[in-house]
């Protein structure tokens, strides 16, 4: 089960940090990552790493997120974050953090996510 939270108000290049809390699940090399979802638009891929790797840790971005956005793992808490700087108001959108059965990649395709947090809205004002 995932549980997102941290969304908000911000203007524009401000930031904000949002956290996916994981509970009885995530082996090490499950992939985690944060989609969003903006009005009338499809869900789209922001971020992935991949959970547990004792490694320098994988992570992939969307283009439109590279050098803005970071993601990261804090193990002990069991928690992906994001944060988010520099937020434009195209960031606006609901962001979703999901999990993937596939191991050691980072998918970008939705389908290939079988669990999805409840969502947390970003809003970037102008």
């Known amino acids: 089960q995932l549980q997102a939270s941290g969304g908000g108000l911000v203007q524009a290049g401000f930031s904000l940090r949002l956290s996916c809390t994981a509970s009885?699940?995530?082996?090490?090399?499950?992939?985690v990552a944060w989609f969003r979802q903006a009005p009338g638009k499809e869900r789209e891929f922001v971020a992935g790493?991949?959970?547990?790797?004792?490694?320098?840790?994988?992570?992939d971005y969307a283009d439109f997120v590279k050098d803005r956005f970071t993601i990261s793992r804090d193990i002990a808490k069991n928690t992906i974050n994001l944060q988010m700087n520099s937020l434009k108001p195209e960031d606006t959108a609901v962001y979703y953090c999901?999990?993937?059965?596939?191991?050691?990649?980072?998918?970008?395709?939705?389908?290939?996510?079988?669990?999805w947090g409840q969502g947390t809205q970003v809003t970037v004002s102008s």
């Open positions: 999901a999990a993937s059965p596939r191991r050691y990649a980072v998918p970008r395709d939705r389908s290939a996510y079988d669990s």
């Open positions: 009885g699940r995530a082996r090490s090399g499950d992939a």
């Open positions: 790493i991949l959970w547990g790797i004792a490694s320098t840790s994988y992570a």
